[in-house]
């Protein structure tokens, strides 16, 4: 298996390519240019699902903001190279597109606070210096954040297969604590446009013991909670000796829990992988993985 760095890992040949494509094919439709960048491709998908619920609704006027949108604005992101959206609970969507809310850009969305916008430039930043950058700005261009809460509430994040590029997350105060959740986010929209790119389709009958969820799940939902859960360990053993308490002991107590969890998985990832066709994404995750142990055990022994 070739040793990669860690920005390696998420440097897949061929990616930017079927993102470029598929950001075409949507232009084409919308009838107008969209940026080819990351960003452009999950402003994509905003579009076009907008255009899509515009029309069922017969509601002409936002039909044609939708495909005007590209070439009127959110031509460049807002914060360096993420869109930011901070939609308040009423105006939050919930369809058959997806069984958590979400949210799309659109013509009365509100302002992001500065506050808000500072928090998510710090987070990314650390993210950035401890070799992330290239996930959240290739997969994490969108953020859209959700609820505020405090260290001792659930934090819950998501991703969906028709928003690539867009992470949905609660958060704290604490820019560690949010890098985290949009890393594991934006994993996950790594995993699924890679599985894309190289055609693979993981079998739904083949299910594998996932301790993050306590029960089986398919191997599509395995192989991404190991992938993602291993790159938040790596982040957060590497972020954890930089930061101080309430922050440290928070992921201290987190990086404890997944090396449980971690291990019990890991009895499971050799039959899990065998579904993974493509050498070079096999490699990738094993290799994620394998730093992810290697990460908890130098913490056991510290």
Not at 20 to 32: D, K, M
Not at 145 to 163: F, M, N, Q, V, Y
Not at 166 to 186: C, K, M, N, Q, S
Not at 260 to 276: E, I, M, N, P, V
């Amino acid at each position: 298996m070739t040793t990669l760095t860690t920005e390696d890992l998420f440097t897949l040949p061929g990616l930017a390519a079927h993102r470029q494509r598929q950001t075409e094919r949507i232009a084409s439709v919308l009838g107008g240019p969209l940026p080819a960048t990351a960003y452009g491709y999950a402003l994509a998908h905003h579009l076009l699902e907008g255009a899509e619920q515009a029309a069922r609704a017969k509601d002409a006027d936002r039909l044609t903001w939708y495909r005007s949108a590209a070439s009127r604005c959110f031509q460049h992101p807002t914060d360096g190279s993420h869109l930011l959206l901070a939609p308040p609970p009423e105006d939050r969507l919930r369809s058959d597109i997806s069984d958590t809310e979400y949210y799309l850009i659109a013509p009365d969305a509100p302002p992001v606070p500065a506050h808000t916008r500072d928090l998510v430039h710090t987070a990314t930043a650390s993210a950035t210096q401890l070799g992330f950058g290239p996930l959240l700005t290739d997969h994490a261009p969108i953020v859209c954040l959700l609820d505020g809460r405090g260290l001792d509430e659930p934090l819950h994040s998501w991703a969906l297969t028709r928003l690539p590029g867009t992470v949905f997350t609660d958060y704290t105060g604490h820019p560690e604590i949010l890098a985290r959740d949009l890393i594991h986010e934006a994993a996950h929209n790594w995993l699924n446009d890679a599985l894309t790119l190289h055609g693979i389709h993981l079998p739904d009958g083949v299910t594998f013991y996932s301790p993050w969820r306590g029960t089986r799940r398919p191997v599509y939902g395995f192989l991404h909670a190991c992938w993602a859960f291993s790159l938040t360990i790596l982040y957060s053993q590497a972020a954890v000796t930089t930061t101080d308490d309430p922050v440290k002991a928070f992921l201290n107590a987190y990086l404890h829990q997944q090396r449980t969890h971690l291990a019990a998985a890991s009895l499971y990832l050799d039959k899990a992988c065998h579904f993974l066709s493509h050498s070079a994404l096999h490699d990738r995750l094993r290799d994620a993985v394998g730093r992810a142990q290697h990460a908890l055990g130098v913490l056991s022994s510290a």
